[in-house]
């Protein structure tokens, strides 16, 4: 997905000036008034194109650290603010019942790079493994780069966003984090930004998962190129859900116009498919639609961990499902005795949803993290229509920021401006009243001559 860009602020011409008059004797109460008003202007004038033409104050690198760029590049600062998909999460709330201890994440994607310091100690490296052909080409005939054996390499971006979604750290300067901060990411590099992932390599990669431990497997596929039914594929699934491993799958980004369509491996039964919701928990417009999708999950404007440091935004079901991913890496270490299916159960028993019942948008609603926590009752594994529908109360958790925001120095400055403009309105007013009593006095003086 190509990064967004920001356009960059233009200035305003500056008031043109206007001509002077000729020099005419008059009392020294006009002239004071005239000077008055002239510098009042002169001042507004000054401070209004000052204002208009000089550029927001760039963040002073600290400890020379880049500062968060919208531009997605990697490395890129760090994101100063909590994320809005955090903030709807009481995270210490959540995080006194489970922070995902001891649970094994597998994230089949494009790799999962270590040198961002969330991720440094969130990544199993000797379990990792890279399952890309060996010697690509490009159609030129020019090497194409595979990336270590391991997995830690994502030339890409993907896998590295995932993860980070799933397990990232804290750290100090960021309010973002892993909903399941103590889990353990195992890289699989599965797929390229070229494609050479297909459903033999895919089956492949949840069976090495199941090898090496995995509780939870993390699939975000795009479905640009959507994976077609493959007996092997579901077979792979199969046996990873009857190792009690829960197995969560983007739903797909071709939902615009109304598209309903089943991709895979989302559509496989046992799969929990993930939709993607924005800040009104509804369905984001891109979203894929269809019966087979299990539960919603914030999907847009998600900020995230990049290669070599830093984070930056992406949009897309492939970020919505390692929020589940990661709910489930929370229940997996509550419940260690619970199945698959159950853990299922419960995270789309949970959910927060409006109608009484599934329907083919956000399946059985966008997941609650904290009641899905936090309600320790053992779920059937299916969710029941007629329980647990009223419509959880959202948590609205006070931001947190570490240092100002380039909307809170937007907001100050513009503080500024209006307080500015009322002073000048007020000193322009009484400049109009001196000038008119200066008036008065001169008819007076020159009747009186």
């Known amino acids: ?29 006009w002239r004071s008034a005239t000077w008055a008003l002239r510098t009042t202007l002169a001042t507004a004038a000054l401070l209004t194109t000052a204002t208009t033409l ?62 961002n310091p969330q991720l440094a100690h969130a990544v199993d490296v000797k379990a990792g493994i890279n399952l890309l052909p060996k010697n690509l080409k490009e159609e030129d ?65 949840i069976r090495y998962a199941a090898q090496a431990g995995a509780g939870v497997i993390n699939i975000s596929q795009d479905t640009s190129n959507a994976l077609k039914p493959s007996p092997d594929l579901e077979k792979a699934i199969d046996e990873a859900l009857a190792r009690k491993i829960v197995v969560v799958a983007s739903a797909g980004n071709d939902g615009l116009g109304g598209n309903v369509k089943e991709t895979y491996p989302a559509s496989y039964e046992g799969v929990l498919a993930v ?33 070599q440091g830093g984070h930056c935004s992406d949009n ?23 199945t698959a299916r159950e853990i299922v159960a419960q995270i789309e028993q949970t959910a927060e949803r409006t109608i009484a019942g ?10 609650d993290p904290v009641r899905a926590v936090t309600e320790d009752d053992r779920p059937i594994e299916s969710p029941r229509p007629e329980g647990g529908l009223g419509k959880a109360e959202a948590p609205s958790p006070a931001k947190f920021q570490i240092g100002e925001t380039p909307d809170e120095r937007n907001t100050r400055l513009a503080t500024y401006v209006t ?3 009322a002073v000048l309105v007020a000193g322009l007013t009484g400049t109009a009243v001196a000038i008119r009593d200066a008036r008065k006095r001169s008819r007076r003086l020159a009747g009186a001559g």
């Open 1 to 29: 997905m190509a990064p967004r860009t920001t356009p960059a602020p233009h200035g305003t011409p500056a008031p043109h000036g206007t001509s002077r008059r000729s020099a005419t004797w008059r009392p020294v109460a």
């Open 54 to 115: 000089a550029p927001p104050a760039a963040a002073a690198p600290e400890g020379g650290k880049l500062p968060y760029s919208d531009q997605c590049a990697f490395p890129n600062g760090d994101y100063p603010g909590r994320p809005w998909s955090l903030q709807r999460v009481l995270l210490d709330e959540l995080w006194s019942r489970s922070k995902g201890k001891g649970v094994r994440v597998a994230v089949i994607d494009t790799g999962v790079d270590v040198k």
């Open 141 to 205: 005939g020019d090497p194409i780069e595979r990336g270590n054996e391991n997995g830690t390499t994502d030339t890409v971006g993907h896998g590295t966003k995932v993860a980070g979604i799933i397990a990232a750290r804290p750290l100090e300067g960021t309010g973002f984090v892993g909903l399941a901060p103590e889990a353990t990411i195992i890289p699989i590099q599965q797929n390229d930004a070229e494609g050479h992932g297909d459903t033999k390599s895919l089956a492949r990669a």
């Open 275 to 307: 939709a993607a919701s924005d800040r009104n928990n509804e369905r984001a417009s891109f979203s894929q639609s269809g019966d087979f999708v299990g539960v919603a999950a914030p999907g847009v404007d998600m900020i995230s961990t990049v290669p």
């Open 316 to 338: 897309g079901t492939s970020f919505s499902a390692p929020y589940v991913a990661g709910v489930a890496a929370l229940l997996k270490a509550r419940h260690p005795d619970w």
């Open 358 to 367: 599934h329907d083919r948008l956000v399946g059985w609603g966008v997941v």
């Open 419 to 421: 307080v500015a403009a």
